[in-house]
């Protein structure tokens, strides 16, 4: 807001770099070296330092941390004593009286705005001088701390919100595994059946490439591109292109509720069609007969990597084609199980509608609020 004066980050505490820990600086005892990766959590591996020359560096919990290259983002630190490695600043609140809750808010909003301007091709990167210059509202400490409490509250039920989306997602698998056993290890001994033998599998069409024909594109068909799939949760409800009158001559519509699988890029990801459309010959559509039926499928499909590397090592790479899809051995239970778990899935995936509808309202107001008290 407006009527609140802004004060220079660089006025408001010290900001101190983590050190430039180097391989043969680690070791297997000491503290625990804290990278980017420890602090988004993209991996865990943790590498440790044995000495007691780098107290400059030391961070403790209830430190803040702010990563100002690759990714960009900051932290309150929980996880005891330890180490911080370059590319990420300790905060000091040594000059302006400041709270840390209300700091961690405004900073995440602008972080959000800075990540458009860094510099760099190929990662995010703040420089020291302007992240210093960068300003922020400054509203007395009273206040200050109202808007912490309003915005951790609602960050709060934002995070419940996206643990009940877990939760439920996990349920589904739960379920299969209850149901249907691992369909790697298939305890249960289910008999197997070819995956051509449970249904059709066709490959989308595409003679020519949209990007070389823009003549192909921007009509009233839609184009559910490898993205569109990887991006879909379940159902496919959004597409990012269209094909034209042209375009849909060089290719074809598939019905609602065929199962996409794509076949390059990302491999063997699903996701059901929520519309009719057409897809490129980068997607296998798949539709199931009377033995089985699309959502038992998709979520077999789940476990697609692990069945693959059991079934056909030779085949596991970056892309995949029909030959392998046919020849995969799916596990066949009773139709009537089957018909059952999709029951349940269809069921499970309208809570999850419900509870991202929830999440979707939630997100809105926060952001809200954060350009209300911060823009």
């Not at 860094?118 to 703040?126: E, V």
Request: proline share 3%; net charge neutral.
């Amino acid at each position: 807001m407006g009527k609140w004066e802004k004060v220079r980050l660089g006025d408001v505490g010290s900001y101190v770099n983590g050190f430039a820990f180097k391989p043969e600086d680690w070791s297997i005892q000491g503290l625990p070296i804290i990278r980017i990766q420890n602090l988004t959590e993209s991996r865990n591996e943790v590498n440790y330092y044995a000495k007691s020359d780098k107290n400059k560096y030391e961070i403790n919990d209830g430190d803040v941390l702010i990563s100002w290259s690759a990714s960009l983002g900051v932290y309150q630190w929980s996880k005891g004593r330890a180490l911080l490695n370059q590319h990420i600043f300790k905060v000091i609140f040594d000059k302006l009286e400041i709270n840390k809750k209300y700091f961690i808010h405004v900073i995440t909003h602008l972080l959000k705005d800075m990540s458009k301007e860094t510099h760099g091709s190929t990662m995010k990167h703040i420089t020291k001088s302007r992240f210093d210059n960068m300003k922020i509202p400054f509203p007395p400490l009273e206040i200050q701390q109202k808007i912490a409490a309003t915005l951790d509250t609602a960050a709060a039920l934002l995070k419940l919100r996206q643990q009940q989306l877990a939760e439920l997602e996990a349920l589904i698998q739960s379920v299969f595994y209850q149901m249907f056993g691992d369909p790697v290890r298939n305890e249960k001994g289910w008999d197997y059946v070819k995956l051509s033998n449970l249904g059709t599998l066709n490959r989308g069409m595409s003679k020519h490439r949209p990007r070389n024909d823009p003549k192909l594109l921007n009509g009233e068909y839609p184009l559910i591109q490898t993205g569109d799939v990887a991006n879909a949760d379940f159902e496919i409800k959004e597409y990012s292109q269209s094909y034209s009158e042209l375009g849909l001559k060089q290719s074809k519509m598939w019905s609602k509720g065929t199962l996409c699988i794509t076949i390059a890029a990302n491999i063997a990801k699903t996701a059901i069609m929520g519309f009719d459309a057409c897809f490129p010959d980068s997607v296998v559509g798949f539709n199931a007969n009377e033995k089985t039926n699309n959502i038992f499928i998709y979520c077999w499909f789940g476990f697609f990597q692990k069945i693959l590397e059991e079934q056909a090592p030779e085949s596991a790479q970056k892309n995949i084609n029909l030959r392998i899809l046919n020849d995969l051995d799916v596990i066949l239970p009773p139709k009537e199980l089957q018909t059952q778990f999709a029951a349940i899935v269809q069921k499970i995936e309208q809570q999850k509608a419900l509870v991202q509808q929830s999440i979707d309202e939630t997100q809105t107001l926060f952001d809200s609020l954060m350009s209300q008290y911060f823009d």
